[in-house]
C-alpha cells in the first residue's frame, strides 16, 4: 500500500524508522530489532540508507522482510549523493522487484572533498524525485527542514528548494527532527503559503543519552531549548533516569502535535523497540479518540 493512501485516511498514524547494519554480520541483531518494532503496529516502518556495500543492500532487504514479512508497510531510504546515476537506477530497479512501492528520496550528505561529475551523478533531491517517477508508480517521499538547512543561509531559500523538490512529484514530507513543536507549527505557516500542501510528517527523535544529543546537534544543527536541557543537566550522567525523560519528552511532544490537529507522525526509534514500545504505551489511550 502506498503510504500517502494512509496518510489521506482520517486517523492517527505513528510510524518509525530503523536502520541497517554496516555489515552482514549484523543483520540478524537489526532484523531482531524490527521484529520487535513491527509488533507494535506502527502505520510503517522506514528503513535509512546508507551508501554502497551491505548497508545499501540491506536497506532493501529489510524493507522487503518489513513488507512481505512482518506484514507492515515499509519506506526505502535512497540517497543519491554518493552514487552513480546507473548504480541509483539498479537499486531502485531492485526495489521494484521486490514490490516495495515507497521511497524516501534525499540527496544524502556530501562528504568534505567530494566532488561531483558533471553527468555522472545527481546533484539535488529533486533530481532523484524525477529519476524515480520515471521507473515506476512509487510513492515518493523527501525530507524537510523546519530549523533550515544548514546549507542554507537563509530560510526563504529552503522554500523556495522545498518547492522545487514537492513540485517533481514528492506525494509527502518528513521533517528533520526538532525540540520545540512551535518551531513546527511555524515552518508548517510558512510553507502552506508558500504553496507546499503535501502531508508534513513531523519527526520526533527521543534522545535517551548526552551522546546521543551531541550526535543530534552536530548532524542536524537543530537549537535544543532551555526546557530539554534543563533535563540534560540534572539527569544526563543517569543513564535510566536520562531514558526515562527524554522518552517522556518526546511522549509530550507528540501529544501536543495530536492535540492540535497533527494525525500523522515519525519517530526516529533508532533500532531501540524498547523506546519505541514506551512511547507506544504512553500514548495507548491519546491515538484512540
Known amino acids: 500500500m502506498k503510504i500517502i493512501d494512509k496518510l489521506n485516511e482520517d486517523r492517527i498514524h505513528i510510524s518509525f524508522e530503523v536502520f541497517p547494519p554496516k555489515t552482514d554480520a549484523g543483520f540478524e541483531k537489526v532484523k531482531d530489532a524490527t521484529d520487535k518494532i513491527a509488533q507494535l503496529n506502527p502505520s510503517y516502518i522506514s528503513v535509512t540508507y546508507g551508501a554502497g556495500g551491505g548497508t545499501s543492500k540491506n536497506t532493501a532487504k529489510i524493507a522487503s522482510h518489513i ?159 532551555r526546557r530539554f536541557l534543563a533535563l540534560l543537566d540534572r539527569f544526563g550522567d543517569y543513564p535510566d533516569a536520562m531514558k526515562q525523560a527524554g522518552i517522556a519528552y518526546a511522549t509530550d511532544q507528540i501529544i501536543d502535535l495530536l492535540a492540535n490537529g497533527v494525525k500523522n507522525i515519525h519517530v526516529y526509534s533508532m533500532n531501540k523497540p524498547e523506546v519505541a514500545a514506551k512511547i507506544m504505551e504512553n500514548l495507548s489511550e491519546v491515538i484512540k479518540c
Not at 506484514?71 to 522487484?97: D, W, Y
Not at 513531523?202 to 542536524?220: D, F
Open 67 to 225: 513488507k512481505h514479512e512482518l506484514g507492515v508497510e515499509s519506506l526505502a531510504h535512497l540517497t543519491c549523493a554518493s552514487s552513480t546515476k546507473e548504480e541509483v537506477r539498479q537499486v531502485i530497479e531492485n526495489l521494484k522487484q521486490l514490490e516495495i512501492e515507497n521511497i524516501l528520496a534525499l540527496r544524502g550528505d556530501i562528504v568534505p572533498g567530494m566532488t561531483f561529475p558533471s553527468e555522472d551523478r545527481f546533484h539535488y533531491a529533486y533530481e532523484l524525485v524525477e529519476e524515480i517517477k520515471k521507473h515506476g508508480d512509487f510513492c515518493i517521499g523527501a525530507a524537510c527542514y523546519p530549523e533550515g538547512h544548514v546549507e542554507n543561509e537563509h530560510k526563504e531559500d529552503d522554500i523556495k528548494y522545498l518547492k522545487q523538490k514537492v513540485d517533481s512529484g514528492v506525494d509527502f514530507l518528513t521533517t528533520q527532527m526538532f525540540f520545540d513543536n512551535d518551531i513546527h507549527y511555524n515552518f508548517l505557516y510558512r510553507i502552506r503559503e508558500a504553496g507546499i500542501t503535501v502531508p508534513v510528517l513531523p519527526g520526533i527523535m527521543p534522545i535517551t543519552t548526552a551522546a546521543q544529543m551531541k550526535r543530534s546537534q552536530e548532524l542536524s544543527g537543530t537549537v535544543f531549548p
